[in-house]
């Protein structure tokens, strides 16, 4: 069959966000709303999401459902005094809940705030105190966590047992389930994301009402989304790329998403992309990799489902991707992105042009991308440097800096992803490795910092380490070393409890599987961790 795609870099060329920018309902330059865009212009009974709670009972929800309710959390919101511009956020599993909870928020203005269902308290905690939200929506299951917040804001739960909470469905049930959306601009806040660094605490990032072209293009260029598919990405909204393309891209496109409570397994998995005939997925290496590790399970359940899939997270090992096209005839491709400017760099799907298997792809049109040194500088074609975005250039470019410190982000005109990356003679890029030492885990990342900090809470802990160790099927694990206090002893029992310690605090993604307890930790003259040398170890 002849590849009728258009041409990547005619393409490319000839692009401009103006083009996407008018399909909107409202303008960005006289104002708009998320909410609008992603529920309002759409069929009132068209299908807006699938989805399946932890016990297994399933439903579906309209656009017309949806706004009725983001309508009444809307009005909820408003009576309890969140103005535009105020920050509220979600804690709950994916459900026609968070739905609500997301776009209600922005229908009113405000600005949403995901926290990770995985989060524990400290990471909750450290979230909300750094994003000053005025309310957290939450159930009976993750309530707990919310106890030791201090300041805490309103606390909204589904069937509360708390009397000083609201009750989530006796809170919406008296309000109006009509409400005028508030316009807002390109450059006001519609999200607060937040992300780990390695010497501090998680680092704020405000996004703008302008990265919507952004989400639009790469759903349409990357993903390939097609109004006759049926789209899953299984990334958790807890974390961008869940959020951006979960639950914003395919709406905003006017597809249905389908949200799955509850762990990965590969035989829900397989059952879902059945039941719901999947032809467009989504999601992180370490579901593709555990696909191969199960033998024939996979291949034999939905061989000839799949139009097409995509990875994101982590580097995607060529293996992978030619076991995707042998076993279920199915393109699977690499794509690159981060919190703070969404993805821009990729294998596209709906763009024709060369793919090197290995490497993140090509610039999303709209996006500029260099490599550079340290001091912004390009280097040769074939030589390493840091991922840089040319910003004057790209014109999809949303991220203004950091919460609290905009605009002091940037060497010259480049945004420095910290990715040391390669510029191929055929124009990809290919990913070399981290440039800091931020944790790719499972498709999760995961700050040292914030491990590390945890660890250091336990009374037998004097000084800890933590780096990414590479693991086959997870990408990474986290490994701690940690120097005991005096009078502490080395043991199984005690590894296994610092373990629970970080699970329980920080998050089931983030606990160290591995701890080896050392005399000293390597360490600069200045007395920084020499990570480095740790990973060397590992």
């Given amino acids: ?95 026609p809940e968070l739905l609500t909870v997301i776009f209600g928020a922005l229908r009113a203005g405000a600005v949403y705030q995901p926290l990770f269902t995985a989060f524990g308290p400290k990471a909750i905690a450290q979230r909300l105190g750094g994003s000053h939200a005025k309310v957290v929506v939450t159930d009976a299951t993750n309530r707990p966590k919310l106890n030791d917040v201090e300041n805490s804001p309103l606390i909204v739960t589904i069937d509360a047992s708390d009397e000083d909470d609201l009750d989530f469905a006796a809170a919406l049930g008296g309000q109006s389930n009509t409400f005028d959306a508030v316009l807002r601009q390109a450059e006001d806040q519609m999200l607060m994301m937040f992300t780990s660094g390695t010497t501090g605490p998680p680092k704020g990032v405000a996004v703008p009402h302008a990265a919507l072209p952004s989400f639009l293009a790469y759903m349409r ?55 719901y005939n999947v032809t467009n997925f989504a999601g992180a290496p370490t579901a593709y990799r555990m696909m191969i590790a199960d033998g024939e399970t996979v291949p034999d359940a939905i061989r000839g489902r799949l139009r097409v899939a995509s990875s994101a997270g982590e580097p995607l090992n060529p293996e992978v991707m030619r076991w995707f096209d042998e076993k279920l005839n199915c393109p699977l491709h690499d794509h690159y992105g981060q919190t703070e400017v969404a993805m821009m760099l990729l294998n596209h799907h709906a763009l024709k042009h060369p793919i090197r298997p290995g490497s993140a792809g090509f610039p999303m049109p709209g996006w500029s991308l ?169």
């Fill in 1 to 95: 069959m002849a590849d009728t795609r258009p041409d990547y870099e005619a393409f490319y060329n000839a692009f401009k966000p103006a083009d996407l920018s008018a399909e909107f309902d409202g303008s960005f330059t006289t104002g708009l709303n998320t909410c609008t865009e992603c529920v309002d212009r759409h069929p009132a009974n068209a299908i807006a999401a699938r989805y399946e709670r932890a016990d297994g009972t399933a439903d579906e929800m309209t656009f017309g459902e949806l706004k009725e309710s983001t309508s009444r959390f809307a009005n909820l919101l408003t009576s309890h005094g969140v103005l535009p511009g105020d920050r509220v956020a979600a804690l709950l599993p994916r459900g």
């Fill in 221 to 275: 260029y990357g993903i390939d989304l097609q109004p006759a598919d049926s789209f899953w990405n299984i990334a958790d909204p807890g974390w961008a790329y869940g959020l951006y393309y979960a639950v914003i891209g395919p709406l905003i496109s006017g597809n249905a998403t389908i949200l799955i409570d509850g762990a990965f397994s590969l035989e829900r998995t397989c059952d879902v992309v059945r039941k």
């Fill in 370 to 538: 260099a490599v550079v040194n340290d001091d912004g500088v390009e280097v040769a074609d074939g030589e390493q440097g840091v991922l840089a975005i040319h910003r004057s250039k790209s014109l999809l470019m949303f991220f203004a800096g950091y919460e609290g410190r905009e605009g002091q982000d940037w060497v010259g005109d480049y945004y420095l992803t910290g990715d040391s990356v390669e510029k191929n003679d055929d124009g990809s890029y290919s990913f070399v490795g981290r440039n800091d030492d931020l944790i790719s885990t499972a498709g999760y990342r995961v700050g040292p910092f914030d491990v590390e900090s945890c660890l250091l809470e336990h009374e037998a802990v004097l000084e800890s380490g933590v780096v990414g160790k590479p693991d086959a099927e997870r990408g990474h694990i986290v490994k701690a070393f940690i120097v005991l206090h005096g009078g502490q002893n080395a043991s199984d029992e005690l590894s296994e409890e610092l373990r629970l310690h970080v699970r329980t605090r920080l998050g089931g993604h983030a606990y160290p599987r591995e701890i080896a307890f050392v005399s000293e930790l390597p360490k600069t003259p200045s007395g920084k961790i020499q990570r480095f040398m740790l990973r060397d170890q590992a």
